[in-house]
């Protein structure tokens, strides 16, 4: 569809700033939404549960604080098997009396992607990108 309007000569810089003012809006409700559920480790992680936690999650963070005695195996799986999961620490500060295994896959068998302890730097672990559309 052209516009022609005689005698008016399109502005360039409110063009641009148009363009890119729907481009912004585009990618904030495409791409950049803020889906992340917060999670306490010691609500996911319940002294009297069992079986392993399954969750299906598009985002998660999860936070702890000085609990003792925790013992627990997570799952999480994305919303469809298309999409894989990038885990990264923000800030990672382990007891050397704990370890935090880190799965490719659905159940925590075989070999760990991961093995964090108390050495174990937020650098040094990096981003860990997994293969398939779950982690625990």
Known sequence: MALSLAGLRPNHHFLHFLLFAILQL???CLVLTDRNRYYHISALCM??????LHKKVDGA???SKSEDNLDCTI???TDTILQ???LRFEKLALDCDDHL???DGAHAIGNHKADLSC???RTEVGTIFTQGSFLT
């Open 26 to 28: 585009l990618c904030r």
């Open 119 to 121: 050495r174990s730097t």
């Open 84 to 86: 894989r999961f990038m």
């Open 61 to 63: 963070v999860i936070t």
């Open 75 to 77: 799952t999480f799986q």
């Open 47 to 52: 002294r009297e549960r069992i079986h392993p």
């Open 101 to 103: 295994y880190i799965y």
